[in-house]
């Protein structure tokens, strides 16, 4: 990342001369003026049409410049989006980036943070190269990538907290000297008073609390949530006031909580350095309350607070203006006179409108060329004169008439010509259909691409390993084989962790973990409190720090809890960041075939819908988990493993080759060949399918039955497709509702596969019913297909 422009001593030195000391504080007076001027002057950008919308950080500078004297090579942030002084003090951002995003520049040399894929204000900072290989993250300043959604930052927080006591404590992770100094790392957290609210933030910090992690949460308190008041929001009125009860003594765990005045920069500088220092030596986190800040410019660009602030307040507001209270600091302790603040004041203002003028040449200098390659491409139609010479002229006409042109304008324009030339065959329109599918391809790679990683980071490119068998493998429970594999994987990788409820002591619900604890200790095999969403936030930080995390969430049904850091944070992470940021956590559940409604769960359409960007496995027994296990642990990738819970009793061999076999992703397996009708499917109810297979074969019609083995990706090859080519009858069979994965598979297959044409009859689906499965055998009977069921859908696809 950058080099920031704004050094600051080693943060706890305290042998600088005065003079030394009074350059430092004009740095940070500098710097909090450049801030203010970029908000002030990004606010008129947007508001005059150059940039969609935006969000700042005016009101919260001094408390960032503060901050960022504690902040050290190798410490995290995970953040909230007003935290634009904090990034620029660090050198994680630069004035011209923060413009370069707010346009959206798709250059990621100029926006390196998300490639003009997120807003404003949203930073991340690389943790791995293209060869996927980590980056030396002990020597840097590191950023989780930003979110929108309120307290989106938290739960990532207790894995990148959790990872440097793991760092410290763990024996085996001392070599790893690139990722960690010891575990001396903390991790910076910010949030908005009023997002404090949310369920995120009580959960999170409860986990901290209990764990003892080096976690400094700071809250910016400036009153309001929007238009809502503090007193609307928090009990008693404030945060540090409500979390007393937290407070760590002598008797337990806890955290530490300090309350600080926004506008005080002596008295922020004192209590963070301190508080910081405390953390990193004992990690005992700590909530650092930032209390009467303001909002000059009101919550974003698309409103006024105006509107909702009394004229009082807004009085109140403008006397203690952190910067302005900073400046009569100055004043007051003579560490400046009036004449060197002006310049200071009028330097930073220069600055930020050089810098914005940068960004914004920048930003359209490549847009305004395509245009004129645009026109070139008209002109050379209308010479042929072959082309509507009327529609050329206006297309032409209104493009440059566009004083701030976007893509879309130009491929709108190209795209309305072809169109209305759809016939034409001569050498200037065929020219302009190259130049229209070269922009198109260029503009899928700048909107579209690295949803899932490339190359070695990729699980599709880890080599496979085909499973053997010794001649006299013994049988065990599924339970076993897999309790055999997390044996061998924590013995050979030092970076793997498991954890989730019951997973340490008893061994997980299903055994397998049984024993792993006591082998392998309570930091590697980890049992945790009933908090999916913090688990998940567990293994999302651990895996960005470098650490290879399994977070179980114990049945399938309870991934709802878990779903909203997978979603917003973890699917979209690559996608977001443009390929710079990875975390390859691994989620492990269970699901599928059970009896009850909160225990036999498949929402396979809700999770892959919304887990677009993770890997998405449904092993049908335990020796495939353990191949897609190997497999995603050889790539730097997300998945969610869902192994089936009625299987974990059932007997398998066991491989000779269970800690180096690799399951391809995306390959689906033939079960049981046949002629007449192809049925697909995944995870348990595929024995089902067999057993009515057995009776459609005493009726003489052939079934082939494939197990698609993941849904994301999705049968990757097109094998599909070449099986109904020589059965010309398909069914879809899920546990899920109807048009859950039902319908997510018959899309791939009949339109992404081209597979309607190769039918003589309709594609049937044939899933659980539109509700949780009832209670009982009867209720699991009654409640998803059963064999009865499937030999009575086959039976009518063979009479048309």
């Not at 006591?518 to 895996?543: F, N, P, S, Y």
Request: hydrophobic share 40%; with cysteine.
């Amino acid at each position: 990342m950058n080099e920031s422009p704004y050094p600051h001593p080693t943060a706890y030195d305290h042998q600088l001369s005065f003079e030394d000391f009074r350059k430092q504080v004009l740095t940070d007076y500098r710097l909090i003026c450049e801030s203010r001027e970029l908000s002030l002057l990004a606010r008129r950008e947007v508001l005059t049409g150059k940039a969609k919308f935006g969000i700042f950080g005016d009101g919260k500078e001094v408390p960032q410049v503060a901050m960022a004297r504690a902040f050290r090579p190798g410490d995290w942030r995970s953040g909230y989006y007003r935290d634009q002084t904090l990034a620029f003090a660090t050198g994680m951002a630069t004035i011209e980036q923060f413009f370069a995003q707010l346009y959206t520049d798709t250059n990621p040399e100029h926006e390196p943070f998300s490639g003009g894929r997120q807003m404003n204000a949203h930073f991340a900072s690389p943790n791995i190269d293209g060869q996927g290989q980590w980056m030396p993250l002990a020597e840097m300043k590191n950023t989780a990538a930003d979110m929108s959604p309120t307290a989106a930052q938290m739960p990532r927080a207790v894995g990148l907290a959790m990872a440097s006591k793991l760092f410290r404590e763990v024996p085996e992770l001392q070599s790893l000297t690139g990722l960690s100094h010891g575990g001396s790392e903390v991790c910076f957290v910010t949030i908005g008073d009023a997002s404090t609210s949310e369920g995120h933030f009580w959960e999170v910090v409860n986990a901290a609390a209990v764990l003892q992690i080096p976690m400094a949460i700071f809250v910016w308190d400036d009153g309001y949530g929007i238009s809502v008041q503090r007193r609307m929001q928090t009990v008693k009125g404030s945060i540090s006031a409500a979390l007393e009860g937290f407070r760590k003594t002598d008797r337990g765990n806890g955290i530490d909580i300090y309350r600080v005045k926004g506008w005080d920069y002596a008295g922020q500088c004192e209590v963070f350095e301190a508080g910081v220092r405390k953390i990193r030596e004992t990690h005992v986190p700590a909530i650092f309350h930032v209390e009467e800040l303001t909002q000059p410019q009101g919550h974003s660009t698309s409103g006024s607070h105006e509107r909702y602030k009394s004229k009082d307040r807004l009085a109140w507001e403008k006397e203690w203006d952190c910067n302005r209270q900073m400046r009569h600091w100055l004043l007051e302790n003579a560490l400046a006179e009036e004449e060197e603040l002006r310049q200071i004041e009028q330097e930073a203002k220069t600055y930020v409108i050089e810098c914005k003028k940068r960004a914004w040449e920048a930003y359209q200098r490549p847009i305004l060329q395509e245009v004129q390659q645009t026109v070139t491409y008209g002109k050379r139609l209308l010479q042929e004169g072959k082309a509507d010479a009327q529609l050329v002229r206006t297309e032409m006409q209104q493009l440059l008439s566009v004083k701030e042109p976007l893509r879309r304008d130009i491929l709108s324009a190209m795209a309305r010509i072809l169109h209305a030339h759809d016939t034409l065959q001569t050498p200037a329109i065929k020219a302009l259909r190259k130049r229209y599918a070269l922009w198109q391809e260029q503009n899928r790679v700048r909107y579209n691409s690295l949803v899932y990683a490339e190359g070695p980071n990729s699980a599709l490119n880890v080599p496979p390993v085909p499973v053997q068998y010794a001649e006299d493998a013994p049988q065990l429970n599924g339970y076993e084989i897999l309790n055999h594999y997390f044996d061998q994987l924590l013995s050979r990788d030092p970076r793997v962790f498991a954890f989730g409820e019951d997973l340490g002591l008893i061994g997980d619900v299903n055994q397998g973990f049984a024993g792993l604890q006591q082998k392998h200790g309570d930091k590697r095999v980890a049992d945790t409190g009933i908090h999916e969403l913090a688990i998940m936030g567990r293994g999302i930080g651990m895996a960005l720090r470098g650490l290879r995390p399994i977070a179980e969430v114990q049945y399938l049904d309870y991934m709802l809890y878990a779903l909203e850091p997978l979603s917003d944070d973890v699917a979209s992470l690559h996608y977001r960041t443009r390929g710079t940021q990875v975390c390859p956590i691994i989620v492990r559940t269970r699901g599928h075939r059970l009896e009850g409604i909160w225990h036999s769960g498949s929402p396979m359409g809700m999770l892959i819908h919304s887990l677009r960007g993770m890997h998405v496995c449904v092993p049908r027994n335990m020796v495939k988990a353990a191949g897609m296990y190997n497999t995603l642990l050889r790539a730097n990738e997300p998945a969610l493993v869902i192994e089936c819970l009625n299987a974990y009793r059932l007997k398998e061999r066991l491989p000779a080759n269970l800690d180096d076999y690799t399951e391809p992703l995306g390959i689906p397996e033939v079960i049981v060949e046949g002629e007449d009708v192809t049925i697909v499917s995944y995870g348990s109810v595929l024995r089902i399918a067999q057993e009515a297979i057995a009776q459609l074969q005493k009726l003489d019609i052939s079934c082939e039955l494939i197990d698609v083995q993941t849904l994301l990706p999705f049968d990757i090859h097109h094998s599909i497709v070449e099986s109904l080519k020589k059965t010309n009858r398909i069914l879809f069979l899920d546990e899920d509702v109807p048009g859950g994965a039902s319908a997510f598979m018959y899309q791939q297959v009949m339109e992404e596969q081209g597979g309607y044409r190769w039918l003589d009859a309709p594609p049937r689906t044939l899933t659980g019913k539109p509700h949780r499965p009832a209670y009982g055998s009867d209720g699991d009977y009654f409640s998803k297909p059963n064999t009865e069921d499937i030999v009575a859908a086959v039976l009518d696809l063979m009479k048309v």
